[in-house]
């Protein structure tokens, strides 16, 4: 009865995450109805993109494309994302089938890059260091009937062990056609390898399909680099077994089991690969909204320790509960001290998943603005954070009189967050400053 009991908490969690990360036009729904005839493409051939910029260290920050971003609005709008992406070039994530993307091969052999081609190449356009998400996966590789796709199945459905070497040589396919992309995620959230019997995920099925994209990806081309597990860390507020736990809750035993697996059993790997959200599953954000950040730094600290050091990813990451009342101040303020937590546990990317959505109007989170391409407060953040604080950058240690104002600091930059709701003056870095009620502010350290 417990089990189940804790089984239903998770479903629970799986549906908040794909709440706060989706629009109202994201997911399944924004799809036509299941059974779709799969469109198929004449051949054509792969669009010549250009290298990505090179770049004096890895960026850390970007974001992923969801089902509408900017290769879908105007021309306009696509120039000022442009400009909002590329002024300080970051990673740009997409995945092959959902989310913007449809289906990449709808009967075997037969593939359709049409959306990826669109996608990739605005990518290129806006300065993106490209990543690629290996989900998800065409309906005949999982059950379903060649030359169709039933949307409202695709991100709940995995892979078939018989067809395992298939969704390997799908993956080879799109390393050959986008030869400048040179960084992999396989799979989101082991979507569909969960083990109902047990309570508890397949990592033994989403393994052995891993090792095999692994040696495929690396047989095009061995500078690519791979990463999984890519499983979802969740919490409970309640006081449950694990080997993780802290004020900001108790991390669900089960992903880290499922993670040490895949770090025994993969063939390989150049990055490890997780995401979760600070909310928990049955009480919301422990202690308060700010310091539940500190789970990020965790779950990274116990990931370096338990894969002897894999640089570590997290493909999505939240921090807002589902139906809040946060205006975007506070919003921006809680994301800025999660990037904190992240930089400061020596993350080696962090993806935004940018909630872009379809029309004009409110666009909570966003980069810009629906319609018009107006940049929007996350924007400016990530591009600092891009900016001044890269993987690898030596951080230092800047103090604050009062605790509730927070600080990241190297040698010619800082930003500060004030995580209070009233405005607050403190003394930092040498200087007496007075932010406004959730203020993001950055200051020039050393004459730079």
């Not at 975007?328 to 001290?337: D, I, L, W």
Request: aromatic residues 10%.
């Amino acid at each position: 009865m417990g089990a189940g009991i804790i089984a239903v908490l998770l479903v629970a969690g799986i549906m908040t995450y794909a709440a706060m990360r989706s629009g109202p036009d994201d997911g399944p729904d924004a799809y036509a109805g299941g059974g779709e005839i799969a469109s198929t493409a004449p051949d054509e051939p792969a669009p010549t993109l250009p290298p990505p910029p090179e770049l004096d260290a890895w960026p850390r920050w970007g974001v992923t494309h969801t089902q509408y971003s900017a290769d879908n609005e105007s021309s306009e709008v696509q120039d000022q994302a442009r400009h909002l992406l590329g002024r300080v070039p970051m990673l740009q994530n997409q995945h092959i089938m959902g989310w913007g993307a449809g289906n990449p091969e709808p009967s075997p052999g037969q593939y359709n890059f049409t959306d990826l081609n669109r996608r990739l190449t605005f990518m290129s356009s806006s300065q993106a260091v490209p990543v690629i998400t290996l989900c998800c996966a065409p309906d005949w590789m999982k059950g379903g009937q060649a030359g169709r796709t039933d949307w409202s199945k695709n991100p709940t459905v995995a892979v078939r062990p018989e067809h395992f070497d298939d969704y390997a040589k799908l993956a080879a396919r799109v390393a050959q056609q986008y030869p400048t992309v040179e960084h992999y995620m396989v799979w989101n959230e082991f979507k569909g390898f969960w083990n109902e019997s047990a309570h508890r995920w397949d990592a033994e099925g989403y393994t052995e399909m891993y090792n095999k994209v692994y040696d495929a990806l690396k047989k095009v081309n061995p500078n690519i680099k791979v990463g999984g597990p890519y499983v979802p860390i969740e919490s409970t507020k309640a006081d449950r077994p694990s080997e993780l736990k802290g004020p900001y809750g108790t991390v669900d035993q089960r992903a880290l089991d499922a993670i040490e697996y895949w770090i025994k059993h993969k063939k390989g790997a150049d990055f490890i690969v997780v995401d979760g959200a600070t909310v928990t599953t049955d009480g919301g954000n422990v202690p308060d909204d700010f310091a539940a950040t500190a789970k990020f730094s965790a779950i990274t600290e116990w990931l370096k320790q338990k894969s002897g050091g894999l640089p570590v990813w997290w493909a999505e990451w939240y921090v807002e509960p589902e139906n809040s009342d946060w205006t975007e101040e506070k919003r921006v303020a809680v994301q800025a001290t999660a990037l904190m937590e992240f930089a400061k546990s020596g993350v080696n990317t962090a993806l935004y998943w940018n909630p872009q959505v379809k029309g004009r109007g409110e666009c909570p989170g966003c980069l810009w603005r629906p319609g018009t391409g107006e940049e929007l407060p996350m924007a400016g953040l990530l591009s600092g954070f891009t900016k001044w604080f890269p993987a690898g950058v030596r951080l230092e240690q800047v103090g604050s009189s009062d605790p509730r104002v927070r600080v990241l600091a190297q040698e010619h930059q800082l930003v500060m967050v004030n995580t209070a709701g009233t405005a607050v003056t403190a003394t930092v870095d040498g200087k007496q400053v007075t932010l406004r009620p959730y203020e993001v502010q950055w200051s020039g350290r050393g004459g730079a």
